[in-house]
Nanobody, 127 residues
Framework: QVQLVESGGGLVQAGGSLRLSCAAS????????MGWFRQAPGKEREFVVA????????VYAGSVKGRFTISRDNAKNTVYLQMNSLKPQDTAVYYC????????????????????WGQGTQVTVSS
């Protein structure tokens, strides 16, 4: 069982930055690929970024590439999402998720693959 707790959301002006954190419980964090997803009001959940269990492979959605950076610290059981140059269309609830992975390079982009989800943190970008 893995529990995920996100933090770091808030209100920011367009062009600003936020750093989200996702702390995981348990001793097997390094066996999980991690992902960030988001869901805006009235829209379906969408993939944002995924990082492999070892951190060596990363996949970004096109809408955030070059602006967002994911990283993980397996010693601290934490994954981070640095969000720069934020836009109003980035407004959403952001969720982190964990996918048990037998491969060091897996970077799942589909939500159905993920085993555990956090409760979400609200990010609001004003224009």
């Amino acid at each position: 069982q893995v529990q995920l707790v996100e933090s770091g959301g808030g209100l920011v002006q367009a062009g600003g930055s936020l750093r989200l954190s996702c702390a995981a419980s348990g001793r097997t964090f390094s066996r999980y690929a991690m992902g960030w997803f988001r869901q805006a009001p009235g829209k379906e959940r969408e993939f944002v970024v995924a990082i492999s269990r070892g951190g060596g492979d990363i996949v970004y959605a096109g809408s955030v590439k070059g602006r967002f950076t994911i990283s993980r610290d397996n010693a601290k059981n934490t994954v981070y999402l640095q969000m720069n140059s934020l836009k109003p269309q980035d407004t959403a609830v952001y969720y982190c998720a964990a996918a048990y992975s037998g491969s060091y390079s897996d970077t799942p982009t589909s939500g159905v693959v993920y085993d555990y989800w956090g409760q979400g943190t609200q990010v609001t970008v004003s224009s």
